[in-house]
C-alpha cells in the first residue's frame, strides 16, 4: 500500500508554484497592460464604486451575530438604474406602432399574399 501524501511539503510546493506563477505574471509587460486597461473600463462603468462594506456586525447582547437596526440600505442597481431599458422601451414602442400601421393598410388586414403562379411546363 502507498504512503500517504507528506501534506506539509505538498502545501510548500504548491505556494512555491504560486509565487513563480505570480512573479512570471508581475514580470509580463503585456499582461499589466491588459491588466490596466481593465481597471480602468472597469472604474470608467462603475465597477468598484460601492461604498465600503461595514465590516462584520458586533456581537448582540446574547452573543449572537445579526443585522443591526438601522442598517445602511443595499446600494443603487448597476448603470443607474435603467436608463438603456427606457430607450429600449421607447424604441420598442415605435416598432410596434410602425407595425401596427403596417398591418392596417388598405384593406384593413394589410396586403394579402398572391398565391403563387403556376406554370405549365412543357
Not at 513563480?20 to 503585456?30: F, H, K, Y
Not at 491588466?35 to 480602468?40: D, E, H, P, R, S
Not at 400601421?101 to 398565391?115: A, D
Amino acid at each position: 500500500m502507498a504512503e500517504p501524501p507528506n501534506l506539509d511539503e505538498l502545501a510548500r510546493r504548491f505556494l512555491d508554484l504560486w509565487q513563480q506563477q505570480l512573479s512570471a505574471w508581475a514580470a509580463d509587460p503585456d499582461l499589466a497592460r491588459h491588466m490596466g486597461a481593465l481597471m480602468a473600463l472597469a472604474s470608467a462603468r462603475g465597477f468598484g464604486a460601492a461604498e465600503p462594506s461595514p465590516g462584520p456586525t458586533p456581537p448582540q447582547s446574547d452573543g449572537r451575530r445579526g443585522p443591526q437596526a438601522g442598517a445602511a440600505a443595499a446600494g443603487a442597481a448597476f448603470g443607474g438604474g435603467g436608463g438603456d431599458l427606457d430607450k429600449l422601451a421607447k424604441r420598442l414602442a415605435a416598432v410596434e406602432r410602425r407595425l401596427a400601421k403596417l398591418e392596417s393598410g388598405p384593406g384593413g388586414g394589410g396586403r394579402k399574399p398572391r398565391p403563387p403562379s403556376r406554370k405549365r411546363q412543357a
